[in-house]
């Protein structure tokens, strides 16, 4: 459903809402409420579920809209305040963490991938979840696998892998630069966009 309707349902519902609570402070209200106060009762509970629900799945999303105004991440605006445009202009870079890159697309300034460049110390896929979930996306419940496996469970042996963030309710693709063929070998750098693929490690 596009935004706008969720938008316009819940104006919808809290309108309801005022109307609900504005009847017993009239005569007629007062004496609809008398006979009908089940049915009363109901409707409000209803609504108020409602808005509640809409707000807080739907209009809020703690990670997604806050997100996108502070914290610069795939998916969201970059936050000038955060990062830094590389000499090139190809991309920009983490203002706390240079080996941290954002490509965006457009005019919008939208970070539509990420990657992280180790240099010469190349790291295990440990630190790679590690820095998914401390330094790129920002969530410390990350999910694995078409299963959402937890963190600790799930170790990766080939070259990239699904991540999915509860506090940003998306699923983002992980493409690391390693050799595939050995499950003990370093990454050299990582990659991260937004959906799934499903040629993965799923296991």
């Not at 990657?115 to 790129?136: E, Q």
Request: charged share 25%.
């Amino acid at each position: 459903m596009p935004h706008w309707l969720w938008i316009l349902l819940f104006i919808l519902a809290i309108l309801l809402i005022i109307l609900f609570l504005a009847l017993p402070f009239s005569p007629e209200g007062r004496e609809r409420i008398k006979y009908n106060k089940t049915k009363y009762a109901f409707a409000l509970l209803v609504w108020l579920g409602a808005a509640c629900y809409i707000y807080q799945n739907e209009l809020h999303q703690p990670g997604t809209a806050n997100t996108e105004q502070v914290t610069t991440m795939v998916g969201h605006k970059v936050n000038k305040s955060e990062v830094k445009k590389d000499d090139s202009g190809a991309y920009y870079t983490d203002k706390d963490d240079s080996k941290l890159r954002y490509f965006t697309s457009g005019d919008s300034n939208k970070v539509t991938a990420a990657k992280y460049v180790y240099g010469a110390d190349h790291m295990n896929v440990t630190d790679v979840k590690n820095k998914l979930s401390d330094l790129v996306l920002h969530d410390d419940n990350l999910k694995y696998t078409d299963d959402k496996t937890d963190s600790d469970d799930f170790l990766p042996k080939g070259a990239s892998f699904n991540v999915y963030s509860p506090k940003n309710k998306k699923w983002y693709h992980v493409s690391m630069q390693r050799d595939s063929s050995d499950e003990d070998a370093k990454v050299s750098s990582f990659s991260i966009w937004p959906g799934k693929d499903n040629d993965v490690d799923d296991y």
